[in-house]
């Protein structure tokens, strides 16, 4: 047990929202305050952004409703940011910002860049000699953080891709006056983990369910094999639904859509189009289909009420654990979840590296792609099926899901305003 | 009373599938079974093409779980079809298997294109001397069957589309690090209504909730005045959020966006794009905002896990009341939807013409559209408030929606194969 040290805890969000990253604010705070050395609870908005602003809110102050609330409000309720942190100044003014509230204990909830980041905040704090406690807490839906089994938010997309494919499966049955294609395009930008989830929309023993195709980053795309592949597909039953990962590569690795390399303030290419692309492929090559493309965009991270029980309880405990961990003289690392060795699913979490963890990606095992290179693996589905499992009951009010919004009391500012240059 | 008519029943359903239009069909399969001068029940595959293809299944052979699951399962179990009857030889060959297999009651479940056919070939049987009864069942997402007060289907697009707006709201509000225009393209022909009914996502007195802006086919579209609205919102708040309906027009009444000119097999024009047009509007006008759009396309009328409780029952009700009244007599009728004079919802069945809702159009209100013509009035609210009330439980398997697939057990053919020419 390490010494006791008093002080307040500063909690943010970064990144892409998650249908289930506000579980794992809510238990930060709910696991805070349940413990006397930790004074007052602030959260940072938009991230690093607001906290280089000084934008701090009392968290300590919301309702406790609000807070209940926060285990089924999508998106980031703190709001986000995709900045990154470059500038000497930058570090030293959060430094300040530290120094003015007292922060001892900072929790950034996030993707590899988010722990990036924080792994460099913790390294300049005890560079300069401030006692403090830093932890990440994993959140992407796009599950590609190495060192944790599967990362909170990627149960719920896959979920709700899942749900959407059968849906859309059951209007294509209906549909046989002509033979139908029908793309739709998911998030997944260097890793097919989401497009892979789909395969869950499959009925055991039901080989010719949808999805019948799915194409992943992992697979180099080639147009002539696709077209053999919906041609086959097209034999045997009236439609044929594809599931793509708009990070699909060809054989030299380049994206086969990228608008005008477009990037991202990481240096990401900014994606999108892929199902049309697909779409207009089949138009031109095969004769007497009729063809769809659905973009599932953004819907797909904000779906709470497609959301999986079990992936919100594990990002509510990876927010717990996070606070257990920091009082505990940890610092420097990452929740992860650690998935037990028996048949019957369960999973506790464990801490790893920020080092390890920052700007790692994890792709889909190879041997988890069947040989066709369009279907998921039997170790893929026993992977993925624990995580969809269990309904997030939100409740609706008028006939709507009642999400919460925070009262977002400000705290006062110390400091002079940032000079953002 | 009429006289009692003993034979059988065939039920087929056209068109665009929605989230309920299962429930209807459970509704007249539910209700036929209790009545003895119904011998057979009989499904029609693919709507008025498998009838003249002769596939005609039996549904008295379903299990009791499948014809319960049919109130939950989305889109056309029996499968649809756009087919237009035009040659006198398919009236013919109607007739024909209306003769082979005693078909003495026709129900079809369908929009206005379907009336006109319901309506047609009841006219035909009436002066061949074939005594039957045909009764229209509405079903239509986009609300603008005429003589109804709603349609089934039409409560639970709206609530999907509200909902998605809702959680589409979060994740704006989350990346509140630049100002963000997102646009959310929805159906709707040639009638605003499923545009109209995003205003739902909007909190009671919270006038600056998302949708802020909702375009519809009822208001000419005039740039500059879009341009001028986007701007306005975005000086009061930090994201934008449109729904556009995607059959928006000009002054001079013609599709923003429309695709070379292609129509369907009814002459109507295929329609798409206008959401991605708006984003690049923006993009081009507006400077220092980033800008999203989401086709939300085929999940709308799919969405059963967002579907209504008031408009499924409605839907089964539907389905029960078209037996009822054929078994009264009743014939050339479509069942309707009115709503009780109290301020208290209250729905009842009625029937009207079929004559008179073939081929017409119900339009929006004007008046129910606010003067600054994207907003939707206090009597829109009030109208479509009560038809999004209650969510569909549907049962999950596996942690996904566990849909029907019905056995279809042929009925013998007769005949010989139908000539298409």
Chains 1, 2 share one sequence.
Not at 135 to 161: A, C, E, F, Q, W
Not at 391 to 399: A, I, K, R, T
């Amino acid at each position: 047990m390490a010494a006791e040290l008093t002080g307040n805890i500063l909690v943010a969000q970064s990144g892409g929202p998650t249908a289930v990253i506000n579980a794992s604010l809510a238990g930060v705070i709910s696991e805070a305050l349940n413990h006397e050395c930790i004074e007052e609870v602030y959260g940072g908005l938009n991230g690093i952004q607001g906290i280089l602003n000084e934008d701090l809110i009392d968290l300590a102050g919301e309702s406790q409703q609000a807070i209940r609330g926060l285990r089924y409000t999508p998106a980031s309720a703190l709001g986000t940011c995709r900045f990154k942190l470059r500038r000497e100044a930058d570090y030293q003014r959060i430094l300040e910002v530290f120094h003015a509230h007292n922060i001892r204990y900072f929790f950034y909830i996030g993707g590899n860049d988010s722990q990036d980041t924080a792994n460099q905040i913790s390294k300049m704090a005890q560079a300069s000699g401030w006692e403090m406690r830093v932890i990440g807490i994993p959140k992407t839906v796009d599950n590609d953080l190495v060192r944790t089994d599967h990362t909170p938010g990627y149960g719920s997309i896959i979920k709700h891709v899942a749900t959407t494919v059968k849906e859309l499966a059951c209007d294509a049955d209906a549909m046989a006056d002509h033979d139908l294609v029908h793309v739709v395009e998911v998030m997944g930008r260097s890793a097919g983990w989401v497009a892979a989830g789909s395969a869950l929309a499959k009925r055991r023993d039901h080989p010719h369910d949808a999805p019948h195709i799915i194409l992943l980053p992992e697979v180099a795309f080639d147009p002539n094999k696709f077209l053999d592949d919906v041609t086959n597909v097209l034999k045997r039953q009236r439609y044929c639904m594809v599931v793509v990962g708009e990070g699909l590569v060809d054989a030299e690795g380049n994206y086969i859509t990228t608008a005008a390399g477009a990037t991202d303030n990481f240096g990401h290419s900014q994606l999108g189009g892929i199902g049309d692309y697909l779409k207009e492929l089949v138009d031109g090559h095969i004769d007497g289909v009729k063809t769809r493309s659905s973009r599932l965009g953004h819907t797909q991270r904000a779906a709470a009420t497609h959301a999986s029980q079990t992936d919100n309880n594990e990002a509510f405990m990876a927010g717990q654990a996070a606070v257990e961990a920091a009082l505990d003289g940890v610092t420097d690392k990452m929740v992860t979840l650690m998935r037990g060795e028996t048949d019957y699913y369960s999973c506790e979490t464990g801490l790893t590296d920020l080092e390890e963890v920052a700007n790692g990606v994890k792709h889909l095992p190879p041997q988890w792609i069947n040989e066709d290179g369009i279907s998921m693996s039997y170790q893929f589905v026993k992977y993925a099926t624990p995580l969809i499992q269990g309904e997030v009951q939100v409740p609706y009010e008028h006939g709507l899901p009642a999400f919460v919004h925070l009262a977002k009391i400000p705290v006062e500012k110390h400091l002079r305003p940032h000079r953002w240059e």
